[in-house]
């Protein structure tokens, strides 16, 4: 337990996972970032996109976050995000649908960008669990 | 007889079904309750982390952002009042909105003009009854809500306290302050309505003396403190209300668990009154039946014997 980073992904309403882990990705406003054990502490505002955790044990975890924080201090590490979900928890037919309203939204509605990261995000979360 | 034994009846039944609605909502409320308190329960963390991330970057840099900086001279405040959709639950909404019109009473002494905006069929009502327009409601998930119409009332909260720091005279007049009157979850037997002033932000830096070796570290920003503090208050805001959205749920399902529980109790002690007076009037009947019988019979008797 000591040579691990604690992880905890929460969600607004919930704790999505917590526990053990040997590194997690998330992809920040500036661009992805892997945190390690002895990271600097570090606090940057996340974007629509795939978090990734690699835990002690047991397969990956995989989520997508819709922005939020990834905060790193003495190796612990905590995402926060409004609307945490996990791979297996995502509708890939509805998240599909989404991506393509997005797309046509596009130019005319200003959330749609960020709508069509959000729906893209997705998708790749469930490509990479399966 | 005042009453007869067939009204009597008909008055027990009546509150036999009425007993038996309240004590199905008192259920329904005692189960509901645990599921609000679990949720109350499951967003503190977030809460918790949140506060720790504001708290951090207010110690360690000097960002100065629209949502905490005091206006100097307040002349606008919104305030947001969060009560229930349905009644028969006490004096839940009639609390909170008691300590509503103290505060706005405060304000309006201090000067300022004040913005209604409510949550609650219960507030709306309120309001419109008596004639004051309120700028926004929002109803429909008092007993349940969701993180995203917490968000939302976050987001207007947020636009319209931005819009009066930013304009001097704006078209719409932004406000202010923000206040939050919501009722505070303490146990299961006392809630208090509490009235808290949700903007300007003050950052609590270190309300609680760190402990030793709990110190904050010496955080980067990325892309940079302002960056960060630009995200991160506004979803420090939307998780307050998100939070006083959870405390005023649990509370009204325990004051309707506590109101329902005195109505069955009430109905308890009428039927057993109206039993007590349905009988007598029936042992009232059943006297007077018989002593006119009896009545009959002597008076038979004392013709017979006439007669004789």
């Known amino acids: 337990m000591t ?3 604690q992880v905890e992904l929460v969600a607004a309403d919930r704790v999505v996972w917590s526990g053990g882990a040997t590194m997690v990705i998330a992809r920040t406003v500036d661009g992805d970032v892997g945190v390690l054990r002895g990271h600097a502490p570090v606090l940057s505002a996340l974007t629509e996109a ?8 047991g397969t990956e975890v995989i989520a997508t976050v819709d922005g939020g924080f990834l905060s790193v201090a003495n190796d612990r590490v905590s995402i926060l995000s409004e609307h945490v979900l996990l791979a ?15 797309r046509r939204l596009l130019g005319t509605n200003n959330d749609a960008e960020k709508r069509i990261r959000r729906a893209e995000a997705r998708i790749r ?6 | 007889m005042a009453v007869s034994v067939r009204e ?12 038996k609605i309240t004590r199905a909502m008192e259920l329904i409320a005692a189960s509901r309750i645990i599921k609000a308190q ?5 967003a503190a963390p977030y809460a918790r982390e949140l506060t720790r991330a504001v708290s951090a970057v207010a110690t360690y840099s000097n960002v100065d952002h629209p949502l905490t900086t005091e206006p100097e001279a307040p002349t606008r405040a919104a305030v947001l009042v969060v009560t229930s959709d349905r009644g028969l639950a006490g004096s839940y909404s009639s609390s909170v909105l008691k300590e509503a019109e103290g505060l706005v009473e405060k304000l309006k002494a201090e000067g300022k003009e004040v913005d209604l905006y409510v949550t609650g069929r219960k507030a709306e009502a309120f309001y419109k009854f008596r004639g004051r327009s309120v700028a926004q409601a929002w109803t429909g998930f008092s007993d349940r809500p969701d993180f995203d119409a917490a968000k939302e009332i976050g987001e207007k909260l947020i636009e319209v306290f931005v819009e009066g720091a930013e304009a001097e005279a704006a078209v719409a007049p932004g406000v202010d302050e923000v206040h939050v009157v919501y009722t505070r979850f303490i146990t299961m037997m006392t809630q208090k309505p509490t009235a808290v002033r949700l903007l300007p932000l003050e950052v609590v830096e270190g309300t609680e003396a760190p402990a030793e070796g709990d110190v904050l570290p010496l955080y980067e920003f990325e892309p940079s ?14 998780s307050r209300i998100w939070f006083a959205l959870l405390q005023a749920a649990a509370s009204e399902l325990a004051q309707r668990q506590k109101a329902m529980k005195s109505a069955t109790d009430n109905a308890d002690e009428l039927i057993k009154k109206f039993t007590r007076v349905a009988n007598q009037a029936r042992q009232a009947g059943i006297t007077q039946e018989i002593s006119e019988i009896v009545g009959g019979v002597n008076a038979l008797a004392d013709a017979q014997a006439a007669n004789d």
């Open chain 1, 3 to 5: 040579d691990a980073l």
């Open chain 1, 50 to 57: 795939v978090v990734e955790i690699t835990p002690e044990e």
């Open chain 1, 88 to 102: 297996h928890e995502i509708d890939l037919s509805k998240a599909e649908v989404e991506l393509e309203e997005a």
């Open chain 1, 125 to 130: 979360a469930v490509e990479k669990a399966s």
């Open chain 2, 8 to 19: 009597l009846r008909a008055r027990i039944k009546s509150t036999e079904s009425m007993k």
């Open chain 2, 38 to 42: 679990q949720r109350a329960n499951e």
């Open chain 2, 225 to 238: 403190a302002e960056a960060v503090l630009d995200s991160l208050l506004p979803q420090y805001v939307v």
